[in-house]
C-alpha cells in the first residue's frame, strides 16, 4: 500500500505562512485521490482541501475555512502533495494529515473516505 509521510509543520505568528509536504513511497500516487485534513485537541478530524487524481479530472475541493488561503497542489512526477497556507490564524492549529484513496472519492472532504494515511505534521499559530 501507499505510504506517505507529512512535512513542513511548525510554529508561526498569525499571518505568517507555511507549505507542507506529502511524500508518497511504494507507489505512484498519479492515480489516486488526494487530501489533506486536520485535528486539533478536542475536535473532530476534517477535510482541509482536497484534489482529484488527473484522469478525475485533477479538480480541487476546500473547506469554506480556509478557502482563498490554502492551496492544495501535487507533483505526480514527485510523487508529492503540497498545501501552502498564507495568512494562517490560531484557529488553523492541529495537526495536519495527509491522506490518499485509489478509488473514486465522492466526498473529497471526509477523512472515512480515505484509506492511506500519514502520521501528521504539526502546526501552531500563536496570534
Known amino acids: 500500500q501507499v505510504q506517505l509521510v507529512e512535512s513542513g509543520g511548525g510554529s508561526v505568528q498569525a499571518g505568517g505562512s507555511l507549505r507542507l509536504s506529502c511524500a508518497a513511497s511504494?507507489?505512484?500516487?498519479?492515480?489516486?485521490?488526494m487530501g489533506w485534513f486536520r485535528q486539533a485537541p478536542g475536535k473532530e478530524r476534517e477535510g482541509v482541501a482536497a484534489?482529484?487524481?488527473?484522469?478525475?479530472?485533477?479538480?480541487?475541493s476546500y473547506a469554506a475555512s480556509v478557502k482563498g488561503r490554502f492551496t492544495i497542489s501535487r507533483d505526480d512526477a514527485e510523487n508529492t502533495l503540497y498545501l501552502q497556507m498564507n495568512s494562517l490564524k490560531p484557529e488553523d492549529t492541529a495537526m495536519y494529515y495527509c491522506?490518499?484513496?485509489?478509488?473514486?472519492?465522492?466526498?473529497?472532504?471526509?477523512?472515512?473516505?480515505?484509506?492511506?494515511w500519514g502520521q501528521g505534521t504539526q502546526v501552531t499559530v500563536s496570534s
Open positions: 511504494r507507489y505512484r500516487i498519479g492515480a489516486y485521490y
Open positions: 484534489i482529484r487524481a488527473a484522469g478525475g479530472g485533477g479538480s480541487t
Open positions: 491522506a490518499a484513496s485509489g478509488v473514486v472519492v465522492a466526498a473529497p472532504l471526509v477523512p472515512t473516505d480515505y484509506p492511506y
